[in-house]
């Protein structure tokens, strides 16, 4: 049975989480990871993200992944509202295993990049971009 | 969406065994489904939400694209070509409309 002070308790509680929306948790970020790996070890290092330190506009940073021997390449931005931005397959036509595009972030946070190699291993890399004016305002 | 129109930028020439660069742009709003108009209605999401690139009928790339992706998706990316066909450039739109370039490239 609810009690005055858990009633209080549990407002604070949704008040709390109602002052950060839009920011994803680190569980979606979790879920994001392990729906790409199945679950398996994901190893430090071996992909490179080249973004700016700092971006001025959120709605436009320029991002460059690359992971030698890479087979595809799943991009998050672990501080938006979902933390989805892109996935890289490259096929036997591809040159390299490096992609550029343009995402849009909501403030400053990491970019995360989990590559699958050829050899059905997985690494990961990550880069903070300082963003002075977010990309998801309405 | 009627303003639709993509852009692609492949080296002058290229040489059989090359690695060339591929610089690709679609004009396209991005909707996120985020944000809400004037009187405070979400705005229906309407995104690229997959952009693939063949060479020569093998597949370069193939990317699943979220609302994350800027207005206008640029996508640059490496091909190996080792002799003269056709690039085949295809956009994928949630409305369900595809957009689709087609380049011939000389490998000399």
Redesign the interface.
Known sequence: MLTRRDTMALGLGVAAVAMVPGVASASAVDDAISAFTGGAAVADGGVTINAPEIAENGNTVPIEVEAAGAVSILMLAAGNPTPGVATFNFGEGAGTSRAATRIRLGGTQDVIAIAKLADGSYARGAVEVKVTIGGCGG | MSDVRPRIRLPRSAKAGD??EVKTLISHNME?G???DGSGNTIPRQIINRFTC???G??????????????N?????????EESADFVFTWYDDDGSVYSETQAFEVG
């Open positions: 690695v060339v996120t985020t944000r809400r063949e060479y020569g093998k597949m370069v790339v193939d990317m699943e694209m979220h609302p994350a992706i800027s207005a998706p640029y996508v640059e990316f490496d091909v190996k070509v």
